[in-house]
């Protein structure tokens, strides 16, 4: 879920002067447009770590927005007047009309998700509180509200950084609190719940965007673009009965991507990596005789672009495992069978028995990626495909299955090296087509949808793996090791 | 929920061979229209309790439809393979294609209610089963797959009766089991339980329809009419991405609504009427001053056709309140204000706090009736509006409103005698217009509308009291008594 967000991003102070007004124009533009033509409502749900740049951020929107138009609303603690009524009740009562805006500063996400913090409700509470906004969201949104909800994000680093940093400077030492310090403390806690609570209210019509919350050039510039999409849809947009379109995610003004933070130089040398081969694989073999596997399967799901390597790494992983107990199952366009049914039917009827292992050279994520890129499904399939995907790897997880999802990444120059060695020897031909050639030119939507399906589908249930695939030897160990770890914890 | 399937409905023999050969023709030709188009899948989901009919239906459908192209499935307990992998798994393997049909006996819907029945979960599992039905369904429908969701129902004394002809007759005796016996112990808990998942999961995308089990005949043209309405939708019906509408809720083949089970001819004489109207006046006032009342709220709606004695009534209420813990809210068209919300924003704000009382003349359930019935949203507005309001209302239970819904029911004769009065009477005149001459002529349309309100709305923590109310004085008696019970309770 913070995959991105926990990057360091960067704009030059330089490159924000130059781009603010241009963005400013564009956003006054789009507010009377939408004042003049009242197809929409829209509200900005500001929530987040301490620290990131919140209230900031919501001082700058009043700043670039024309603030006659725009109402912001902070929810602390609620009045005697709201106490007295059902919690919704406040923001109800400030939801702006059809061609009007408001900023919530807090909103219908912090009681839940600061009650669950400090234990003060259970998962099962929390949960439910989340499917009762997904509701109210869908709601809003068939009624003509365009939701932008912006989290904004600090890594534990970074929020620990930061308070120091205010405590040695005299003139801000007063802006650190205990309180600070003690929900400091809670990060890690405070940072599973509201990845969780993410996870579960992402939905087509109202997507979460995380904001990366450390750099103010960066974060002011995303959030402007963020909601300047909001408002030109909303401008133009879909009257109900329609439903309002959801804003997409916003392309990192850096184009940072965390593909772009890997470090693809890291390699194993030779004799380092046949000695590591060995005893990963043995850990392997052992690890899957345990009578505690008996109770649990284990899935691998390689994704990757071409020629990362996915089919010679499954290789080395099933060298390790019992003829018996593994099934491979690459995954190409789909058949006529497969196309009559629900995209995900092909991977359910797929799914190992206890004690099986199964590995998939392509997936279900297929949806998210090439189907996304090549235009093979609408973009209404693709965005409600990640929480359906999330759902459908939680029966997965509760069910015990072990699910390993590993992206192998290599750079451009390394994938032309590997086609063109394709080309040059025999048996390696077949595995380079013309659309080889062509989905290169497409690298940076690909990346793209990489990033989203990262940022939407590494959960606290099944996360991600990046593996640094330009060298083999040691994307082929990180892998072993990683299904490794998986198994064991 | 369960108000429709609990009156008695009964199509003559006659009728039934009459209509029978038409029916089935029907079917067969939209069967092979739909084989043709493959333009969608249809899943039967039959569900419901013992003895309703759920065998002989599945087995007429087949008789009815082409059973080389209808799959039928038994859920019962999981098969070993079943059990090795998720619960969802088993019907996953066996979703039919486009083009094909499935009908499932057993679902996703009987493992949780069971469990919950014998309180294997607790009420908070339950709820999150259903929550995962939910986007299960609404996956499956944005796939391309045409749900029918029939619930079988028998009233508790009618499934005694069953029971009981079954034993007394020694040719049948043998198929009453102690597990019967044991069921029906648990009948009220199973009727409490189910009523409650089948409001969490009548979504517009699939929407249960309620099939009163007692008459057999009844019984099955209901189901062939809501089966041909699903195929004849999916033959011509929408690919994906476009969403697979839900078929609509069949009318009642002997258009016997609850309505029509209400004896309007009950009535108080004055003297009775006196007396009675004061000691309820009495007892009202009491209740809203004592401390409990404090940490509570009541809402009261009142719904009707024209000239149903809404606004009389109310007065009679009001007459017992304190003038300064009352409101009453007339709810007209909208205004431009209210317009630019959505449409449940002007009766949140109406909330009141904690110790007051609220009186709704015409209410939220407008959505579901005049515009609905007027063509003033469109029908995936008020289909929507069901689970939107049933939402809104289990909101306002959580926080302690005690909320009374009032339909106030007179017949045709008794509104055209009012109505004529009104044109004689000059004070009264300004309350007749002639949309009220116009609205009697929709009254079927109307009729079929508060029937559907009732069926889907009647909900454990909101149910819904008719009125019998041709008598002005049985009507106000009743509403002040109901609401009397409902703040003691």
Redesign the interface.
Known sequence: MFESAEMHHKVSKERFAREVPALRMKLLDAQYRLLGS?AA?IVVVVGGVDGAGKGETVNLLNGWLDPRHVATYGFGGPSD?ER??????RF??V?P???RSAIFFGSWYTEPIVSRVLRHIGR??A??AM??IR??EE??S????VLVKLWFHLSKEDQGKRLRALEKDPRTLWRVTKTDWAHFRLYDRFRAISSRALRQTSSEYAPWQVVAGGEPHYRSLMVGRAVLEAFELAAKGGR??ERAKAAPAVDPVDQQHVLHALDLKKCLDKNRYEKDLEKLQGRLNVLTRRPQFHERSLVVVFEGADAAGKGSAIRRVTAALDARIYQVVPVAAPTD?ER??????RF??Q????GKVLLFDRSWYGRVLVERVEGF??E??WA?AY??IN?FEE??A??G?VLVKLWLQIDAAEQLRRFRDRQKTGFKRYKLGPEDWRNRKKTPAYERAVADMIDRTSTEIAPWTLVEANDKRWARAKILQTICERLKG
């Open positions: 009242k409502s007047e007295d009524r059902p919690p919704f009740w109800w009562r939801l009309p059809k061609g099962g509470e949960d439910r499917e009762r509701h109210f709601m809003l068939n009624e003509g509200v109900p009965p069978e009559a049914r629900p995209y995900l039917w359910w009827r799914l190992p028995a206890r499904c609408t209404t399939d409600r929480s359906e759902e029966q997965l509760e069910h299955v």
